[in-house]
């Protein structure tokens, strides 16, 4: 298997895929480990900073679909200097303006989600170039890309320490804008491109029920992850009065399990279908959810929870995009905005939800109770379909892949 799918493909293409997916989820998710910092120079309550972290997963979640979009008529690499370009822009704007107030920092999430819709670009951009026996592992390492969310969580809290974190947004502006000269050199898009379609035809997939199936599987997966990566840094330093470094490295290691596992889950799902991969890990990640709303006296029990939880999360978004491209390949640049879409709208419920409840309850408790839930009916959802999709479009007859 291996032979074969280093012999598909574009290796550069998909180097670049991941390499753009990776600095656009670094600074996507920077207002999460900068968080402690903005929060106490602002002034802000607990239910502020969890809209400051949830307004940029929000919007990088709506803008997935419009991106997603624009693949399809434009190409996933023009696509992808067009978003790249308006990220720059942004962190120059406030690097040099400053953000001053609380209504600056929201208007800075809202450009930040340009960055967070790079997802609508850099899968479909790896995924044209792979059959389907290869789309678990090749999505799996193009989406290893949000291993960025490492970097923001581990550098961010010790720049802002050293250079103020105004200072810390010019600083991304480096490694951004090397990837952008990278990204242009080596992408390219595939010459298997579907034909382009209105608007009006992209949206027919929502009449289709496997669409909303795929949308809350990964809102679950994804919106976990995501709404964790820009979370931790807070938890840690409200809940275990770890300084902000100390809760970045915290941060760090469990959103570094969750990133490395992604691939691991779409060669997992390629070998054991995404389907029963799907329901092993949605069990997993209601236990860890349910395990750390009930706040582990230490520390290092909270980090172990955490870091098995993410690595149930990271396996999970390699899985769920293992088998989208098998139901909807032709469309997969329109679904991919809307997946994606839909599971920034998780992690957008989950970062707000935890600053809600810390602030209305005095603890995360029912945060984190929720999330839990939803992925028990995620793994209740995963049963009920599994024998329909297995026997329609998941058939041996219709793709070579395990569904």
Not at 334 to 339: K, N, Q
Request: proline share 5%; with cysteine; hydrophobic share 55%.
């Amino acid at each position: 298997m291996r032979r074969g799918f280093l012999r598909a493909g574009h290796w550069p293409t998909l180097f670049s895929a991941f390499l753009y997916f990776d600095m656009s989820f670094m600074v996507w998710v920077m207002l999460g480990p900068l968080g402690v910092h903005i929060a106490r120079d602002l002034g802000l309550s607990p239910a502020q900073k969890g809209l400051m972290v949830a307004i940029p997963i929000l919007f990088g979640a709506l803008l997935r679909v419009p991106l997603g979009t624009l693949v399809d008529h434009l190409g996933p690499r023009r696509t992808g200097q067009i978003g790249q370009g308006i990220v720059l822009a942004a962190l120059a704007w406030a690097w040099l303006a400053g953000l001053p107030t609380l209504g600056a920092v929201y208007a800075m999430g809202v450009l930040l989600g340009v960055a967070g819709a790079s997802f609508a670009v850099a899968l479909p951009l790896a995924s044209r170039w792979y059959p389907p026996e290869y789309q678990g592992i090749a999505l799996g390492i193009a989406g290893a890309g949000n291993s960025g969310t490492v970097f923001a969580a581990l550098f961010a809290p010790k720049l802002a320490n050293l250079v103020g974190w105004n200072t810390v947004f010019g600083l991304a502006l480096i490694p951004l804008a090397i990837t952008l000269v990278a990204y242009s050199l080596m992408a390219k898009d595939s010459p298997d491109q579907p034909a382009r379609q209105s608007l009006a035809q992209y949206f027919k997939v929502l009449a289709d029920v496997d669409t909303w199936w795929f949308m809350f599987f990964y809102s679950v997966t994804f919106g976990g992850f995501v709404g964790l990566a820009g979370s931790l840094v807070i938890y840690f330093n409200d809940q275990y009065g770890l300084e902000p470094v100390t809760a970045g490295y915290f941060t760090a290691l469990c959103v570094f399990a969750g990133s490395m596992a992604r691939p691991v889950g779409g060669w997992m799902a390629d070998r054991l279908g995404g389907i029963r991969s799907l329901q092993g890990l949605y069990a997993v990640v209601a236990t860890c959810m349910t395990l750390i709303s009930f706040s582990p006296p230490s520390k290092w029990a909270a980090l172990g929870i955490f870091f098995v939880g993410m690595m149930g999360l990271g396996m999970g978004n390699g899985a769920v995009f293992q088998l989208v491209p098998q139901r909807f390949r032709k469309e997969i640049g329109v679904m991919t905005g809307l997946v994606g879409m839909a599971g920034g709208i998780g992690g957008f419920w989950l970062a707000s939800s935890l600053g809600f409840s810390k602030q209305y309850r005095g603890d995360y408790q029912l945060g984190f109770l929720i999330f839990a839930a939803l992925a028990a009916v995620a793994l209740v959802g995963m049963v009920a379909v599994k024998t329909r999709w297995r026997t329609t479009w998941g058939s041996s007859a219709v793709t070579t892949a395990r569904v």
